[in-house]
C-alpha cells in the first residue's frame, strides 16, 4: 500500500496549524517541502482556503504515499506532489502553478538531513520567493547550543548515531543562514514536546 502513516503528525497536527494560520499570507502557493507521509498536507489543506498548498518530498516512496492521501482527501487546493529535494540547483516547480509561492514550510527536515539542506533551503527560498513571503520551520532546536529538554539531548544523541551528519541543530545558526539569504526571524514559537515554529520573512 503506497500510504505511509506517522503517528506524529496527528500529535502535532493541530499545533502546527495554529501558527500557520495565523502567519501565513491569506493567498499564492504554500511550499511545503520534505513533506512525509503526506498527513500534514491533507490535514492542513482544507483549513487554509484561498491559498494553494503544492506538497514536496526527495523520496519516491513518499511521494506515492502523498499522492494516496491526497486521492482520499476532500481538498480541492491540495495539488499534486512533485519531487524537489533542497538541494537541487534549480528548484522545478515554479512555472506550472496556479499562484505564485507566497510561502514556504518545513517541518521536522532538518535534524534529518544533513546541515548542507539547512543552507540549500534557504538559498532555494531565496530564488524562488518575493518580498514579504514567509518560510516557517517546526521542529528540535537547540538555543545558544544547548539543548531545552533531556528528550530532545537523547533524540539528537540517537539521530547522531544513526547518521553522523544529522542532529538537533542549533536556533542561532539557523539563524545566521536565513538572514545570510535576506530572512529576518519574526517570530520564535515554544510548541507542545518541546519544539520550536521558527517565522521568518523576506526582507
Ligand atoms: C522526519 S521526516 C518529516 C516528514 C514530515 N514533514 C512530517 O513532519 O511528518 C523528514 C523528511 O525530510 C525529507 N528530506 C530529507 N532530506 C531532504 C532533502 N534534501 N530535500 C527534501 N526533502 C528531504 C525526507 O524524505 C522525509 O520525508
Known sequence: MAQRYAPATERNREAILAVLQKHLPNQGTVLE???GTGQHAVFFAPHLTQRYWLPTDM???NLASIAAWREEADAANL???RQLDVRDPVWAIDCDL???VSAI???NMLHISPWSC???LFAGAAKTLNQRAVVTLYGPFKRDGV???PSNAAFDEQLRSQDSAWGVRDLEAVLGVAVEQGFACQNVIEMPANNLSVVFDKT
Open 147 to 149: 539543548h531545552t529538554a
Open 79 to 81: 495539488l499534486p506532489p
Open 98 to 100: 496556479p499562484a505564485p
Open 59 to 61: 523520496d519516491p516512496a
Open 33 to 35: 517541502i520534505a513533506s
Open 118 to 120: 539547512c543552507e540549500a
Open 105 to 107: 514550510v518545513n517541518i
